[in-house]
Each structure stands twice: as C-alpha cells, then as structure tokens.
C-alpha cells in the first residue's frame, strides 16, 4: 500500500478535506482503489456529542460510526466505503492506551507520549493497511493546522511511520494560504514559507505544497515558494477558489497535475491519466441548470453552513439529475413560532424539515409541516421531520391533541413518537443512539416503493434515540397516513407518506448520507422532481 498524509497550514477551513478528496476522485479515475480516513486530534472520542454549533454535521457510517463531515465529502468524492477504523481521534487514542495501562500490558514501564501513544497511532495504520489489502493508495487527512500543540503527536507519529514503511511509500502533502493583500495588490507567501518551516521543524518534509489562493498563482511565487519550503517548482500546485461548487476541486486540482506528481513520487507508474467525462457532466450540470426550485430548510442550526452539509449537497445532486438548481431558503424554525409558516416560509417549491435533537424551535417546525401540508406544497422530513411530520398529523388530522414525542414533553398525553424499551435506561450520551445502517422492508404501491425502483429491502443509515410509537399506527393509518416502509428486524416505522399530497414523505433515516454526484438518492430526487412540478405549474 502507498499512502498520502494531507497536513494544513496557516489556518483553519482552507479547504484541506475538499484537497484531500478530490485527490482521492482523480486517483479513482485513474484506476487506483483509494481509501481515505481522518485523524482529528481533539479529546472527543468522536464528534457524536459535539453541537453543530461546534462542529457542523456529525456525519454517520454504515456501520454506525459517527464521525467528522470530511468523511461525508471523502464517500461522495470516492467510491471506498467507510468504517470506524477511518476516523481518528486523539480521544481513542488516549482511551485505549489508558485502557492497557489499567490492563497492564506495558509491563509496569512508565507510559509516555513517545512511544506509547504515537506506537498507538501507528497500530491503527498498520491495522487499517490489513484490513484494505486491496487498497492501492491509503489517504490520511490529519485534522487542524501544523503548529497546534494538540496535532504534534500525529505529525511525530507519521513521521515515524513513514521511516518504517519507506519514504517512497508516502507522499506528505501540505496545504497552506497564500493571503492576498488587498492595499498592496500583493498574495503573500510569507505564512506559506513558515508554515513549511514548521513542518520542516518536526521532521517532516512535504513533498507537494497546495497552495489555497483567490486569485491565480504567477510564476515568480510557485518559484519562490519552492525555494523557501525546498520542494521542486512542479510541486507547487495551486488550489483556487472554485466559483460555483466544490465539485469543480478535483478539476481545478488536475491544471496542475497533482495526480500525475502523486503517482510519480509513490512510483505508481503509468496509470492512464484520469478521463473525468462523467464528473465533468455533473458539474456542468450543476452550473448551467435549466430549471430553478426553492426549497425552505427549517431547522434550527440555520446560520451554520457546515450543520446539515450532507442534506445540501444531496439537493444538489438531485438538482443536478433533473437539470434544476435548488435555491435554498434557510429558515429559523423558531421565527416560524413568532410569525406563523406562511409568513415566514412565503411561497416555495419545497419543505425540508432536517434531523435535530432537543424542543427548541420544534413548535415551528410543526407549523412548517402543517403548512406543507394544507397548501399542497412537497413535504421532505428527515428523521426528526419524520417525527414532526407524524406529531402534526396526529394533532391535526387524527384529532390526537397536544400528541408529541416524549423528547419534548415526557407527559404528553398521546406519545405518538416514544423511547423503545432499550433506550430507556441509557446514561451514556456517547453511540447509545440506534445507529448506522439496518434493513427495512418497502410496502408496494407506496410512492416510497416507486421512487426506490420497487425494490423490496433498503438500506439506509440512523441515528437517532426517538421512534414512531406502534401503539398508534393503527389510528394514524386509518386517518390516512401511509406506513411505506418498516424495519426488517423489529418492525419499527421507518417511512411515512401522505397519499392524496403531490410529495409528503417523511424517512426516520438519513438519506443524506447516501447520496452521491452522480447517484442523488431516490427520496431527494423524488422530493425535488415534485418541487419542479410545482414550480412549473405555478
Ligand atoms: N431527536 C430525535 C431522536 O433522537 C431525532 C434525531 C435526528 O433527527 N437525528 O429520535
């Protein structure tokens, strides 16, 4: 196996997973198998119990894993799927040599940063490059900038990694800004030059320096840059700011050949440069759409770009699949509470109420889903939209009063969304959720069924503690709602649908975690094909 370390510089939001994954996609397209993983050198043993606010998306594996939104980008830029093992944090690390400390497998030595805990980092390469023997290139994105105290045990660790496995196994890639002065009308390199100084300080010699820039990057720079971080002049590659959407990185990343200086340095030999026809079709489609929808997310991390990622660019690849660019409309779900769904939503092709934990603005977003519903407007909720998409209708279709889930008001006289037995006594707030991918059954006739393909079984990712509470399926079913899917295992809802509504489906699972450029999941395609047919009608 070869492997590529990705390292940031300068600062942070540069862009480093984007970098990462679409080296990943151009290797793909030239016949490489790549894997990719993360290590993020925060305390957390995963971000599963970090805020959006903190952290943006928590981004859920099929095997249940919950892990950091680059992982999302990695599994829509590449086709690896992912596990565990590909998402690591200092928080596991220290867990697990504490763990043998309190076992006693180190023999009574003192245990110490070096060896114990960078040897730790190494068993999981080690580990990771078993279980992928057919893995021609492992790449590894190490969380936060060159220079924080908290990454200096994953930088020393790889540096050692790399003596052992062989430096003409591994390419170290730094990805770094070049601050453009607006007074001066000047990019700077300085920042770049000591970042690389500083990598340089802790053993580590990058081999190819992405260089994040607004505008292009001259001649006189690439060569000063490759003087002053020692890397030859080809190996200074520019990244720029792409203009529509980060699908266009990989392409942009490909002007300066960096899958061809990958391959040379890993003597990967002559791959057969990268024909990208089909990525390029999408992004083509995604900048010159022939058809515009809005569609109002209400949630309640709204201003937070990064907090339902994987759902924004799920709508794109649904957009892209019919031509259409979706305008997306953020909605404060709380405001909805103040001003009402008309006033606040106004007139749009789509209703997406996302995922979300704890009661603050969930009053509004019943009112969001009532509003889709009485106005005949396309209805998606995904998991908690579920939810609140089955209180509304018990509310205001079954007569059901004040119904809610238990999460919001545990003396709710009709629980219509409840704790399962197994989740009652749970303390823990660490993966105690139902997480990760599971088996449900599709009923035939149901739009679900339809926009799937008639298939019988799905597969689809969770995460979540709340369910569709069974006690009441028979009352909702016989007011009209229509259970179109169930869990294999034990039956539990897992998709909900309206039938006499151009589009109202509700999914207890995370669709957006599947959905891919070129495969936009069958829910978010249906969801903005009936969006479309709204706009046209209008
Ligand atoms: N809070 C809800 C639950 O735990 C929904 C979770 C979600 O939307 N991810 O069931």
């Known amino acids: 196996m070869k492997y590529i370390f990705v390292t940031g510089g300068v600062v942070s939001s540069l862009g480093k997973g984007l970098a990462a994954a679409s080296i990943g996609t151009l290797l793909e397209h030239r016949g490489l198998t790549t894997l990719m993983q993360k290590f993020d050198p925060y305390l957390n043993v995963d971000p599963g119990t970090m ?189 720029r700011d792409v203009a529509h959407t980060i699908y266009e990185c990989p392409l942009d990343l490909r002007r300066d050949k960096i899958d061809r200086l990958v391959v040379d340095k890993l003597g990967l030999g002559h791959t057969p440069s990268p024909a990208l026809e089909d990525w390029e079709r999408f ?59 008309k006033e606040v939503i106004g007139d749009v092709d789509g209703i997406l109420v996302p995922g979300g934990f704890g009661d603050r603005g969930i009053e509004g977003k019943v009112l969001a889903a009532k509003y889709a519903r009485e106005s005949n407007i396309p209805y998606f909720g995904i998991c908690l939209g579920m939810q609140i998409a089955t209180i509304e209708f018990a509310r205001n279709v079954c007569g059901l009063k004040d119904a809610n889930s238990t999460e919001f008001d545990k003396a709710t006289k009709y629980p219509v969304i409840c704790l399962q037995e197994e989740q009652k006594g749970i303390e823990d707030m660490g993966a105690t959720m139902r997480l990760g991918s599971s088996e449900s059954i599709l009923f035939t006739g149901t739009k679900a069924a339809d926009l799937y393909g008639n298939v019988d079984r799905i597969h689809e990712r969770h995460r979540h503690r709340y369910e569709f509470n069974s006690d009441y399926q028979d009352r909702l079913q016989e007011a009209g709602l229509v259970i179109s899917s169930v869990s294999a295992e034990e039956g539990l809802v897992e998709i909900v649908e309206l039938p006499d509504h151009p589009f109202y489906v509700g999914a207890q699972f995370h669709p957006e975690f599947q959905s891919k450029p070129n495969h936009p999941h069958p829910l978010f395609a249906g969801f903005v094909a009936a969006a479309l047919e709204k706009s046209s009608n209008a």
């Open 51 to 239: 805020s959006p606010f903190q952290h943006g998306e928590v981004y859920v594996l099929d095997d249940g894993a919950e892990t950091d939104l680059d992982l999302g980008h990695y599994e829509r830029f590449t086709s690896g799927v992912l596990s565990r093992m590909n998402n690591l944090t200092s928080g596991q690390v220290f867990d697990s040599v504490i763990k043998k400390e309190r076992r006693g497998e180190f023999l009574g030595k003192t245990v110490q940063f070096i060896p114990h805990v960078t040897d730790e980092i190494k068993l999981r390469m080690h580990k990771v490059t078993e279980d992928n023997p057919n893995t021609d290139v492992l790449i590894t994105e190490i969380g936060g900038t060159v220079g924080d105290m908290e990454g200096l045990l994953f930088i020393e660790a790889l540096r050692q990694f790399a003596l052992e496995v062989g430096k003409e196994n591994v390419c170290f890639i730094h990805v770094t800004l070049l601050p453009y002065i607006k007074a001066a009308g000047e990019v700077k390199t300085k920042p770049t030059q000591q970042s690389v100084a500083k990598l340089r300080e802790l053993g580590i010699q990058p081999d190819i320096v992405i260089c994040r820039t607004e505008a292009d990057l001259d001649e006189d720079n690439r060569k000063k840059i490759a003087m002053f971080c020692n890397v030859e002049r080809k190996n200074v590659v520019a990244f």
């Open 283 to 341: 992004v083509q489609r995604v900048i010159h759409p022939k058809h515009k929808v809005t569609i109002a997310v209400a949630g309640k991390y709204i201003e937070l770009q990064d907090a339902y990622k994987s759902i924004y660019e799920s709508l794109i690849h649904a957009g892209a699949h019919h031509d259409t660019k979706v305008q997306i409309i953020r909605v404060e779900a709380e405001a909805i509470e103040d001003r009402g769904a």
